[in-house]
Protein backbone atom coordinates (compact mmCIF):
# COMPACT_ATOMS: atom_id res chain seq x y z
CA UNK A 1 0.00 0.00 0.00
CA UNK A 2 1.55 3.21 -1.07
CA UNK A 3 1.70 6.06 1.37
CA UNK A 4 3.57 8.95 2.70
CA UNK A 5 5.98 8.98 5.74
CA UNK A 6 7.15 12.00 7.16
CA UNK A 7 9.79 12.36 10.03
CA UNK A 8 12.42 15.17 11.47
CA UNK A 9 9.79 16.25 13.58
CA UNK A 10 10.44 17.07 17.30
CA UNK A 11 11.20 19.64 19.83
CA UNK A 12 13.73 22.69 19.43
CA UNK A 13 14.63 25.70 20.88
CA UNK A 14 13.66 29.42 19.37
CA UNK A 15 16.24 30.10 16.61
CA UNK A 16 16.50 26.27 15.76
CA UNK A 17 16.44 24.22 12.84
CA UNK A 18 14.84 21.06 12.29
CA UNK A 19 14.40 19.18 8.52
CA UNK A 20 11.56 17.50 7.56
CA UNK A 21 11.34 14.54 5.14
CA UNK A 22 8.69 12.72 3.28
CA UNK A 23 8.99 9.61 1.92
CA UNK A 24 7.01 7.22 -0.66
CA UNK A 25 6.84 4.00 0.85
CA UNK A 26 4.89 1.22 0.11
CA UNK A 27 4.41 0.53 -3.69
CA UNK A 28 6.19 1.57 -7.21
CA UNK A 29 5.06 5.34 -7.33
CA UNK A 30 7.09 8.54 -8.10
CA UNK A 31 6.46 11.84 -6.70
CA UNK A 32 5.56 14.79 -8.96
CA UNK A 33 5.20 17.61 -6.83
CA UNK A 34 4.74 17.72 -2.92
CA UNK A 35 3.67 20.39 -0.37
CA UNK A 36 4.11 20.76 3.49
CA UNK A 37 1.00 21.95 5.12
CA UNK A 38 0.72 22.65 8.90
CA UNK A 39 -2.02 23.05 11.73
CA UNK A 40 -1.51 24.76 15.03
CA UNK A 41 -3.55 23.71 17.96
CA UNK A 42 -6.74 25.24 17.02
CA UNK A 43 -6.09 26.66 13.98
CA UNK A 44 -7.11 25.42 10.54
CA UNK A 45 -4.51 23.86 8.42
CA UNK A 46 -2.55 26.43 5.83
CA UNK A 47 -0.16 25.91 3.21
CA UNK A 48 3.85 26.30 4.41
CA UNK A 49 5.62 25.85 0.95
CA UNK A 50 4.96 23.59 -2.61
CA UNK A 51 7.20 22.54 -4.95
CA UNK A 52 6.08 21.66 -8.37
CA UNK A 53 7.33 19.15 -11.15
CA UNK A 54 9.39 21.15 -12.79
CA UNK A 55 10.94 22.40 -9.40
CA UNK A 56 9.33 25.77 -8.77
CA UNK A 57 8.42 26.22 -5.24
CA UNK A 58 5.87 28.49 -3.57
CA UNK A 59 6.35 29.60 0.34
CA UNK A 60 3.75 31.67 2.61
CA UNK A 61 4.78 34.98 3.64
CA UNK A 62 5.19 33.81 7.46
CA UNK A 63 7.89 31.30 5.99
CA UNK A 64 9.77 33.06 3.50
CA UNK A 65 13.53 33.43 3.82
CA UNK A 66 13.41 30.54 6.24
CA UNK A 67 12.18 27.44 4.91
CA UNK A 68 13.42 25.58 2.09
CA UNK A 69 11.32 23.38 -0.02
CA UNK A 70 13.09 20.73 -1.60
CA UNK A 71 13.07 17.30 -3.55
CA UNK A 72 15.21 14.54 -4.20
CA UNK A 73 13.49 12.62 -6.74
CA UNK A 74 15.83 9.48 -6.96
CA UNK A 75 14.47 8.72 -3.31
CA UNK A 76 11.25 9.34 -3.74
CA UNK A 77 11.59 12.29 -1.33
CA UNK A 78 10.46 15.78 -0.72
CA UNK A 79 11.94 17.99 2.57
CA UNK A 80 11.41 20.59 4.38
CA UNK A 81 14.61 22.92 6.11
CA UNK A 82 13.56 25.15 8.58
CA UNK A 83 15.84 27.69 9.83
CA UNK A 84 14.94 30.14 12.29
CA UNK A 85 11.94 28.60 13.91
CA UNK A 86 9.73 30.73 15.95
CA UNK A 87 6.56 29.87 18.59
CA UNK A 88 4.21 30.22 15.76
CA UNK A 89 5.55 27.56 14.06
CA UNK A 90 4.49 25.49 16.45
CA UNK A 91 2.42 23.07 14.88
CA UNK A 92 1.42 19.36 12.95
CA UNK A 93 3.57 19.40 10.08
CA UNK A 94 1.75 17.27 6.84
CA UNK A 95 3.09 16.44 3.83
CA UNK A 96 1.15 16.29 0.24
CA UNK A 97 2.19 14.71 -3.05
CA UNK A 98 1.61 14.00 -6.31
CA UNK A 99 1.66 10.47 -6.69
CA UNK A 100 2.29 8.70 -10.38
CA UNK A 101 1.39 5.22 -9.80
CA UNK A 102 1.13 3.52 -13.14
CA UNK A 103 -0.93 5.72 -15.81
CA UNK A 104 -2.47 7.78 -13.09
CA UNK A 105 -2.15 10.77 -10.30
CA UNK A 106 -3.04 10.61 -6.69
CA UNK A 107 -2.92 13.11 -4.27
CA UNK A 108 -1.56 11.52 -0.86
CA UNK A 109 -1.10 12.59 2.64
CA UNK A 110 1.21 11.54 5.32
CA UNK A 111 -0.12 11.40 8.83
CA UNK A 112 1.75 14.64 10.09
CA UNK A 113 4.72 15.14 12.20
CA UNK A 114 4.80 17.24 15.72
CA UNK A 115 7.33 20.07 15.34
CA UNK A 116 7.53 22.20 18.76
CA UNK A 117 9.29 25.25 19.18
CA UNK A 118 9.62 26.46 22.91
CA UNK A 119 11.48 29.97 23.90
Known amino acids: QVQLVESGGGLVQAGGSLRLSCVVS????????GGWYRQGSGSQRELVAT???????NYADSVKGRFTISRDSAKNTVYLQMMSLKDEDTAVYYCNGELKIGAYTYSYWGQGTQVTVSS
Open 26 to 33: GGTASINA
Open 51 to 57: ISSKGST
